[in-house]
């Protein structure tokens, strides 16, 4: 084992470089769910910056410094609070916010968010089914604009009441807001949950389709 181990030291120590450098810096991510559509497609394979928020000791949640602040509208990879999950959403409300929603319109701090630029599209279900969906711009006051969507007949939960998001914590929403399994389902997200920051998409395929790569989405931003 030993002589083993010493004729194969460096491809050893490549792989363990490798294997700290996906768990500490960058990581890249497979999408298999459609929460996070139109933005993020099943089949999607995204870069994410494991520095944009904290170091952590590799292969734990444990902090040992912040690099950055998340901002309302980043997309964020994180362990799901309540069984591990690695989830993919979208900040929508920072420590200290005020958030509610009331018939799928989003509020934050008191200010409702505007819906604009309705486009009707046929989504795909699991199972090959599809539904009517409507997309939509959402613009609240200091966030970027991002494209949202509703699906018709699916029961979701499109009102809570004002909540405030604890110190250290977020609210994340998906994209695909009838769909996705976000904090109005598993609670806010602790910082030290976050895993990084999801910048652009690598490379992509049409997986529930015929599975050929969809060159136009290499590259694209988030």
Not at 1 to 18: D, V, Y
Not at 118 to 139: D, K, S
Request: hydrophobic letters at 45%.
């Amino acid at each position: 084992m030993r002589q083993l181990i010493h004729a194969n030291r460096f491809f050893l120590l490549l792989l363990l470089s490798f294997g700290l450098f996906r768990t500490a810096i960058a990581d890249w991510n497979p999408i298999p769910s459609g929460s996070m559509r139109p933005t993020i497609l099943e089949g999607d394979v995204v870069l994410v910056n494991r520095l944009a928020y904290n170091v952590k000791l590799p292969l734990t949640d444990v902090v040992l410094a912040r690099t950055g602040e998340p901002r309302r509208g980043d997309v964020v990879t994180f362990s799901s609070p309540l069984d591990g999950t690695r989830l993919i959403k979208r900040v929508v409300a920072l420590p200290g916010d005020t958030v509610a929603m009331h018939h799928s319109v989003l509020v934050v701090n008191g200010q409702p968010a505007t819906y604009a630029d309705a486009q009707t599209v046929l989504e795909p279900l699991e199972g090959g089914a599809l539904l009517h969906a409507t997309r939509l711009t959402e613009t609240l006051p200091g966030t970027p604009t991002r494209r949202v969507q509703q699906l018709d007949g699916v029961a979701a939960r499109r009102d809570f009441d004002p909540v405030q998001v604890p110190a250290d914590s977020y609210l994340v929403l998906g994209d695909n807001r009838d769909n996705s399994a976000d904090s109005r389902y598993i609670g806010f997200i602790p910082r030290h949950l976050l895993i990084g920051q999801a910048h652009r998409v690598l490379v992509s395929a049409d997986i529930q389709g015929n599975w050929l790569p969809r060159f136009d989405r290499f590259g694209a931003a988030l």
